[in-house]
């Protein structure tokens, strides 16, 4: 199993930029194993949705209301594993609460704890 805790959120003025961060840690045969990682947000009295979403290979995949806002990115290093979020041009209603989301060869998904990014003057 991988286990996954984000970092970076909170307060930002509308037109302002954050990266969130996600740590990937655990066994090292799960966490090469993982074929699909993502980020999902939550906001109140909503569904959760995808946000941004790679593969091993290819290029990611993001939401129309983010395309050309955010980037996903992740690293993948001997002694460290992240995946990395940074959204720029911040508009309110990007206010959510942000997860980390990890799916393995053998179908197991994992999620982060989450973490707030509120976007208000």
């Known amino acids: 199993q991988v286990q996954l805790v984000e970092s970076g959120g909170g307060l930002v003025q509308p037109g302002g930029s954050l990266r969130l961060s996600c740590a990937v840690s655990?066994?090292?045969?799960?966490?090469?194993?993982?074929?699909?990682a993502a980020w999902y947000r939550q906001a109140p009295g909503k569904q959760r949705e995808l946000v941004a979403s790679?593969?091993?290979?290819?290029?990611?995949?993001?939401a129309d209301a983010v395309k050309g806002r955010f980037t996903l990115s992740r690293e993948n290093a001997r002694n460290k594993n992240a995946l990395y979020l940074q959204m720029n041009n911040l508009k309110p209603e990007d206010t959510a609460v942000y997860y980390c989301?990890?799916?393995?060869?053998?179908?197991?998904?994992?999620w982060g704890q989450g973490t707030q990014v509120t976007v208000s003057s």
């Open positions: 989301y990890a799916r393995l060869d053998n179908g197991f998904r994992y």
């Open positions: 655990g066994h090292v045969r799960d966490i090469i194993s993982i074929t699909e």
């Open positions: 790679r593969g091993r290979i290819g290029d990611p995949n993001y």
